[in-house]
């Protein structure tokens, strides 16, 4: 699957591609939405490695407004089940991430991304 | 791996509960030593490896089995709320881990084999998040993971210089300040069920490992099992075996904790305990369960 938590750890590792290579942009893309079981005490301790903006900025992509453009101080019970739903319940099925940098194309398919690269683009 | 040629029609190894891995059940002869052409691993890895686990995956199920004590152990002590990456996924078997805390710490699986990666997706009847990619290469934000696990998956590799590599990738892809990783695989003192299975010879890489062939057949039989994923036709009519050798590199005694050392030393790692303004990594435990070596770590930062 390829859901906001994992694209939030992505980078394109394209050979001499090491700047402005994160977030990966989608293109074309099916989501489907799928309930996950809600763990809030993950969440919470996952928080920290999050690139914030990046999140927000996929999340808008994908039509999810539910999160704040700053990262809240104060961490409520409603605010986690949101970042819950984003993080965990939106599935990109098909389509493509790009590198903002070098262009290079990680096509999704069956939900799986692929992020191989030709033995001429590894660094 | 299990090696074991004729279990296939169990769900798993009854001795080591394992569909893939199961050491105990060599029969003799079963693996056959090789060397291997240097010139192209990449190819070589490919027909030998990436191409056979393609082939054979649908004989694998993904929900049930035992996993090895260390592994488990290891997955157990992850504190909540930590992301990591199974490097070398296979059929997922880890990702559902640990069972106790489901869903308290999450662990992204990597596979070359994109067909074991259908399965994968769903370990344990869980919606898993699986990528389709290299363990030489590092598609991440580095350092961005917590943990990492690298389970049978570095003895497929077919130089020293790539096996390094792997582990290299596996370092850099955790925190650098807390990063933790175990790193398993197979071993060439075997238990003793299957210890007169392995040749011993010379070996021509500079190691002290023993390259081998290791089958899977895939064989006629009427399948009794619940064989959605398994055949996908002519499941009643018995046909020709076929046999896949898949390559690995078994590891002698401290291979491995050797290998990992210098694969630290080459990103610049101190070796040990933490000392003052340094990054380092620390060799937590080394051992060998069931036939296989392990080695975990842990990295530091006192920078
Ligand atoms: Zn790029």
């Known amino acids: 699957m390829v859901r906001l938590i994992t694209h939030n750890l992505l980078a394109c590792h394209a050979k001499n591609c090491t700047s402005n290579n994160f977030p990966l942009q989608f293109k074309d893309i099916e989501i489907e939405l799928r309930e996950a079981e809600f763990n809030p005490d993950f969440i919470r301790g996952f928080l920290p490695k999050l690139e914030w903006k990046a999140l927000i900025d996929a999340a808008k992509q994908l039509g999810d407004t539910s999160l704040p453009s700053e990262q809240p101080e104060m961490i409520d019970d409603e605010f986690l089940k949101n970042l819950h739903h984003v993080l965990l319940e939106i599935h990109i099925e098909e389509g493509a991430m790009i590198c903002p940098n070098c262009q290079h194309v990680y096509p999704i398919s069956n939900g799986i991304p692929n992020m191989l690269l030709a033995e001429h683009e590894i660094g | 791996m299990c090696i074991h040629l004729y279990h296939h029609t169990l769900p798993h190894c009854y001795r080591c509960q394992s569909y893939l891995f199961c050491t105990f059940m060599a029969p003799p002869k079963a693996v056959t030593a090789t060397s291997i052409d240097t010139s192209d691993p990449q190819t070589y890895e490919d027909q030998h490896v990436h191409s056979v686990y393609d082939q054979i995956a649908p004989h694998f199920s993904s929900t049930r089995y035992k996993p090895w ?194 694969a630290a030393r080459d990103i610049g790692l101190h070796i040990g305990k933490e000392v003052s303004g340094a990054r380092g990594v620390e060799i937590i435990q080394d051992g060998w369960e069931r036939s296989n070596y392990y080695v975990e770590i842990r990295r530091w930062s006192t920078e």
């Open chain 2, 69 to 262: 004590p260390i592994i488990a152990q290891f997955l157990s002590s992850i504190p909540t709320g930590w992301i990591g990456l199974d490097s070398g996924t296979g059929n997922g078997k880890y990702l559902p881990l640990p069972l106790d805390r489901p869903g308290s710490i999450w662990t992204i699986g990597l596979d070359r084999s994109r067909n074991l990666l259908s399965i994968a997706q769903n370990a344990g009847g869980v919606a898993r998040e699986v990528i389709w990619g290299d363990v030489l290469d590092n598609p991440w934000r580095h350092g961005v993971f917590d943990y990492a696990i690298s389970i049978a998956t570095i003895h497929h590799l077919a130089t020293p210089v790539r096996r390094k590599a792997a582990v290299k990738s596996l370092l850099k892809s955790i925190d650098p300040s807390h990063g933790r990783a175990l790193i398993y695989v197979w071993a060439i003192e075997q238990d003793t069920l299957s210890k007169r299975a392995v040749p011993t010879g010379e070996d021509d890489n500079g190691t002290d490992g023993q390259d081998v062939f290791v089958p899977w057949v895939l064989a006629s039989q009427t399948s009794k099992t619940n064989s959605k994923q398994e055949h996908t036709e002519e499941t009643d009519k018995p046909k020709e075996s076929q046999v896949f050798n898949r390559y690995y590199h078994m590891f002698t005694r401290g291979e491995l904790r050797s290998l990992v050392e210098n």
